[in-house]
């Protein structure tokens, strides 16, 4: 990597880091709401892997999923204004914490449902061997989703067709308060991929540069050879499952632990070493990265609050095949658009060679 | 003018929507190599190839997945259930995913995708195997369903629902998929949320969809030899549900009598009877009745299994009561 990418990849997990635990502040003050799960100490997953996709190629993400948004380059203000469940979020205030989507970066979302988003992963990597294009999918979750019936449905029929999917299990070693120890047979979990014959590895997911060397692999895996990888990064989170809970099931040595090997430090470690980069320029980075979090809340609370009428919008889309006569009695027909609110174009699928 | 079954009528309609859209795939259980569970997707795998006639194996979860996936970079997947009884398995990715992702990201992304199958009591199958969904997926905003009743209406809903850009469920009936009718010969749609008359009549109304217009029908015949007409709505759509057609016959006749398949508790039917009793209310001459399934598992035995559907003797004698006959 060479010193401007490397730097760029150390802001992004700063911005991440500040980003998050100022929404830990604005969520004490009772400006966010609902569920607020954070990424702080697993920043190096989605950082490396986002450094690697390509912009055509999809993502889909696990509820904890403020780290993929910023790390892709979502503009951090609608980001926070829909934490606050304000219009001007990303989602128009719809979604909250669980559900950043940015479209026209290839994220499709936080999935709020344990697993629920890995049967999807596979439908946009099917989508990819219609088209015959190169695009890959990356799919993250956390180790929770591995015992869920739809992770094994969803693994299954990528090694048997063959789709383009790297699935990341980020294992911050506990599935809400349960941990790995009392939740899965098999201790190692990447080892579940011999059961799909679909090549399985394990990863620090503390240290960037060994995440996007096995991520590297796992990607063009996918892209040139059309074979899913099950990866395991080895994680942790330093907060709670959300931000209810105070986290007792874990030990005071544990954390300090993992927290040793926190992955911006060690980040910042290969900076300064490999690169020569000075601690002031890293210093002034992390100021720089303050103010556009400051500038992203400022942008959030100025945001208007929804109106009542969008309520209603958003629920479907017009079409000419339903009668609108009968449905336009339902608010939510009435206020639905035919347009997505950032059009997409997908690639069409070239009918005289579909999957050949 | 052709007549054909309901099978073949479904057969068509995706056919020809495959070969006017390359982004039209087909997934589900033996709908390739084996020609369908019900010859409904016979003949598709050899037109069509592997990749868009997708045979998969017995995982509802995976299925309803890979097409809300697809459907979400802009395909158009045709996801069939073997049954309705098994999308049970996959109400996750249905009620969760499909109806909810435009809500949740407002506005970034749309689900065009089909859901069929059959649904409804089949033949001696018992519990598991012989029931109703409309009113769990009805339920649910975000979703579209469709419920035909002849070939004509399979043909032309399910092509409308193959280009609309909404999730729909689209629901047949096993017990239908021989059933004979008139299908035109050229292109055509059925626009979604709109009912038809399926036999007219001034004296009651009877809302019926699926196979209950059957029962409807039959029941019509023997109250005409009394002396009594009754006019039949189908809805066909339930969700949206054509208000217009229902309220319209209803203002006519003054009586409305509401046949359903599934249970009586919380069933589709009372939300029928719901917007008929706040539209209507000053045209009507008597209260709604309500003809549902028992309020019991479907049993096997053929004698128990009568008794839990409803017949066509049961829609007589509520005509006769709304008519204070």
Known sequence: ?356 | MAVITMRDALNQAMREEMRRDPSVFLIGEEVGQYQGPYKVTQGLIQEFGEWRVRDTPIAEEAIAGVAVGAAFVGMRPIAEMMTFNFSLLALDQIVNHAAKYRYMSGGQVRCPMVLRGPSGAAAQVAAQHSQAFESWFTHVPGLVVAMPSTPSDAKGLLKASIRDDNPVIFMENEVLYNLKGEVRDEEYTIPLGLGDVKREGKDVTIVAWSRSVQRALEAADLLAAEGVEAEIVDPRTLRPLDEDVIFDSVRKTNRCVVVEEGWRYAGFGAEVADRVQRGCFDDLDAPILRITAADVPMPYSKKLEKAYLPQPKQIIDAVNQVLYR
Not at chain 1, 98 to 124: E, K, Q, T
Not at chain 1, 209 to 217: D, M, N, T
Request: charged share 25%; glycine share 10%; hydrophobic share 40%.
């Open chain 1, 1 to 356: 990597m060479k010193k401007d990418e490397a730097l760029a990849h150390y802001r992004a997990m700063l911005l991440i880091r500040r980003f998050e635990e100022r929404c830990a502040q604005l969520y004490v003050q009772g400006k966010i709401g609902g569920f607020l799960h954070l990424y702080i100490g697993q920043e190096a997953v989605a950082v490396g892997a986002m450094g690697l996709l390509r912009p055509d190629d999809y993502f889909v993400t696990s509820y904890r999923d403020h780290g993929y948004a910023l790390a892709r380059g979502t503009d951090p203000r609608p980001l926070m204004a829909e934490l606050c469940g304000k219009i001007g979020g990303i989602s128009r205030g719809k979604g909250g914490s669980m559900h950043f989507y940015d479209v026209p970066s290839g994220n499709f979302g936080g999935d709020g449902i344990v697993a629920g988003h890995l049967p999807i992963a596979a439908g946009m990597g099917y989508s990819i061997r219609i088209r015959e294009t190169d695009q890959v999918v990356v799919c993250f979750f956390g180790d929770g989703a591995v015992n869920e019936g739809a992770f094994h449905e969803a693994l299954n029929v990528s090694a048997l067709w063959g789709l383009p999917v790297v699935f990341v299990i980020e294992n911050n070693r506990y599935g809400m308060g349960t941990s790995i120890s009392r939740a899965s047979s098999v201790k190692d979990l990447y080892q579940r991929g011999s059961a799909y014959g679909i090549p399985r590895q394990d990863v620090d997911g503390m240290d960037l540069l060994a995440v996007r060397e096995a991520l590297g692999e796992a990607i063009e895996r996918a892209r040139k050879d059309k074979q899913p990888t099950l990866l395991e990064a080895e994680t942790y989170r330093y907060r709670g499952h959300s931000m209810s809970d105070p986290g007792k099931y874990r030990t005071k040595d544990e954390i300090e632990e993992m927290m040793s090997h926190d992955p911006v430090r060690l980040f910042a470690k290969h900076l300064r070493k490999k690169h020569r980069v000075a601690a002031t320029h890293l210093e002034a980075m992390d100021k720089d990265v303050l103010a556009q979090v400051e500038d992203a809340v400022k942008y959030a609370e100025q945001s208007p609050w929804p109106a009542p009428e969008t309520l209603y919008e958003d629920v479907y889309v017009r079409s000419p095949f339903i009668n609108a006569r009968a449905a336009d009695r339902d608010p939510a027909w009435r206020a639905a658009l035919s347009e997505d609110r950032v059009p997409q174009e997908f690639p069409v699928p070239d009918d005289a060679k579909v999957g050949s």
